[in-house]
């Protein structure tokens, strides 16, 4: 997934405000940091490019494993529950809601190594063939980026719509 994180993130940290933080946090800094923990899994590209020299998948480091994001996830769930004080907790699980989501968008037409540490085998669900230079090209003309295009459009719609508050996903 190229352009769709950040919107994924504005989707699902919307549909989950009223859910897990209406009383605790502003919506705007729920919504920021859902942002920043929808792109969060990619912090791993600063290392892929400056420091290990692209020698492995970028999707084989701890910041993209499922299990990372899976323990993190119930770490913070268990603490907005135990919690007296919700603020922290509610942006640190909605961040985790994100990271993770990051990992399944990825799936789509990225290898996720879903099963690591226990099996070293990726799994996507579609393969995007490397038939244009750059690379990226193959990605954009392929049907996959229609599915961004879509996310990013929703994401912009509720965005322009200011509905957010009102839509309950999770009753």
């Not at 009383?23 to 290392?47: E, K, T």
């Amino acid at each position: 997934m190229i352009i769709g994180h950040l919107p994924a993130g504005y989707l699902i940290s919307s549909f989950t405000y009223m859910r897990t933080a209406a009383d605790a946090v502003s919506r705007r800094l729920f919504i920021v940091f859902g942002m920043a923990g929808a792109i969060a899994p990619d912090v791993d590209l600063l290392y892929f490019y400056l420091i290990d020299d692209r020698q492995h998948h970028h999707h084989t480091y701890a910041t993209h494993l499922p299990i990372v994001w899976a323990a993190l996830f119930v770490a913070c769930a268990w603490w907005l529950h135990a919690a007296r004080f919700k603020q922290l907790p509610a942006l640190a699980l909605v961040f985790c809601i994100n990271g993770f989501v990051h990992l399944m968008l990825d799936t789509i037409v990225g290898d996720i190594w879903w099963l690591a540490p226990f099996v070293d085998k990726p799994y996507s669900l579609f393969t995007v063939e490397p038939a244009y230079h750059p690379w990226l090209l193959s990605f954009i003309l392929h049907w996959s980026f229609l599915l961004e295009l879509a996310v990013l459009g929703a994401a912009l719609w509720l965005w322009r719509s200011r509905a957010p508050a009102t839509i309950r996903l999770f009753h």
